[in-house]
């Protein structure tokens, strides 16, 4: 990885966590007049420039990669992913802020000692059109830790959404994601990240067709909420429709609604379109997070830097 490719990997991380903190005051609200958009850190239910479950889950998401990789092997083996199920039942465990209806439902299962393959098909099966964006808003971490090996990429991506949202939607998502970070890292312009990550990944029709008309789509018309669909149109557009990592994620998470996941996964994308570098000074400075599954400490945008460091060089597991 050269330097260049390697400010765009920071970008990525630093970017969903900053993306987050930005949309978190603005979550549940309204869509905001273009003409008073909310351009800096404000404090919410959290303090100004933290960041949410979102950020948390990619954390934890990120400790089980560099733990074990690839989640999915060769072998077809499921017992890696028990290790990503784990981590997530223990950040549950440890009470976070806020935790998606989905994602709580399967957790709260797996935490009773309930198997995660059997706890995510219950809880799928009880709520079949449940296709929440939950599963995509942490899914970058695999990008990173698999930035040279593109199927070991899509892998990975769909079986972390597995664990916890099956839905094919979410599942292809957490893939499509990732697939158009690999392309930006790479210096890729990012339309034709998205056209190449639209062509490696499988995909139901109706997510593919409203991706590929987000561009087209004027801002009154963005839904902006959890549904995974949703999230990719406001992700897009947002990528698509801008000129830098600033404007891309200001005009998403000022779309409202579920501004912070949405603003996590466009800033995930942007800050590897855009590098480290691009992303405001003035956010950076008052990013902050804590991490219960860490030290306990509170987490920064220089620490995203280095778990970007981390997930890039590690060498594969067995």
């Not at 260049?4 to 930005?22: E, N």
């Not at 706890?119 to 698999?146: I, K, Y």
């Not at 893939?175 to 392309?183: D, E, P, Q, S, T």
């Not at 590897?272 to 599954?293: D, H, M, N, T």
Request: hydrophobic share 45%.
């Amino acid at each position: 990885m050269d330097a260049a490719m390697r400010d765009r990997a920071q970008g990525c991380a630093v970017g969903a966590a900053v993306g987050d903190a930005l949309g978190m005051p603005l979550e549940f609200g309204p869509r905001q007049p273009p003409d008073r958009l909310v351009c800096e850190m404000r404090a919410g239910r959290l303090p100004a420039g933290t960041f949410t479950d979102d950020t948390e889950m990619a954390l934890a998401l990120a400790e089980s990669l560099l733990a074990h990789r690839p989640l999915d092997p060769a072998d077809g083996s499921t017992e890696l992913a028990k290790v990503l199920a784990q981590h997530f039942v223990a950040w549950y465990r440890a009470g976070p802020d806020d935790v998606g209806n989905h994602t709580r439902a399967v957790l709260s299962r797996i935490a009773a000692g309930e198997p995660w393959e059997q706890a995510v098909e219950t809880v799928q099966r009880r709520r079949p059109d449940s296709a929440g964006n939950g599963s995509v808003m942490r899914c970058w971490p695999v990008a990173l830790a698999h930035w040279d090996d593109l199927d070991r990429l899509l892998a990975d991506s769909r079986l972390q959404s597995r664990v916890t949202h099956p839905h094919p939607e979410c599942v292809a998502g957490s893939a499509f994601v990732n697939a158009v970070i690999y392309h930006l890292l790479r210096r890729v312009l990012p339309a034709e990240a998205v056209a190449l990550a639209m062509e490696a990944v499988e995909m139901p029709e109706p997510l593919r067709a409203v991706i590929e008309a987000a561009p087209g789509r004027g801002r009154e018309q963005l839904e902006n909420s959890g549904w995974v669909r949703h999230t990719l149109e406001s992700t897009v557009w947002g990528l698509l429709t801008t000129e830098s990592f600033e404007e891309a994620v200001v005009q998403v998470v000022n779309l409202g609604r579920d501004a912070d996941t949405a603003g996590a996964v466009v800033g995930a994308i942007a800050g590897a379109a855009y590098g480290l570098k691009a992303i405001p000074i003035r956010w950076r400075e008052v990013l902050r997070g804590e991490w219960s599954l860490g030290s306990g400490r509170l987490w920064r945008a220089d620490d995203l830097v280095a778990l970007a460091d981390q997930l890039a060089r590690r060498p594969f597991g067995d």
